[in-house]
């Protein structure tokens, strides 16, 4: 596992994340936009050359060997 990087909700995200996980990330960020994220972020790892992104809540975003992003929330 690599560490990648750290962001606030509603930062920019690195440029070499997939489109699908950017997208992923922005609807999240849209079902969370009532509550008070100010001191929330999302943290970037890679596991065997893919991304896995979790925000301090709990939710996961995996991208899958489709290329698909899915998140789940703990």
């Not at 100010?38 to 893919?50: A, K």
């Amino acid at each position: 596992m690599q560490l990648g990087t750290r962001w606030p909700v509603g930062g920019e995200t690195p440029a070499r994340l997939p489109d699908t996980v950017v997208a992923a990330i922005r609807e999240v960020e849209a079902e969370v936009a009532d509550l008070d994220t100010t001191n929330w972020r999302w943290t970037l790892t890679w596991l065997e050359g893919r991304p896995i992104v979790e925000l301090d809540d709990g939710t996961v975003i995996r991208l899958g060997p489709d290329g698909e992003a899915t998140a789940a929330r703990d």
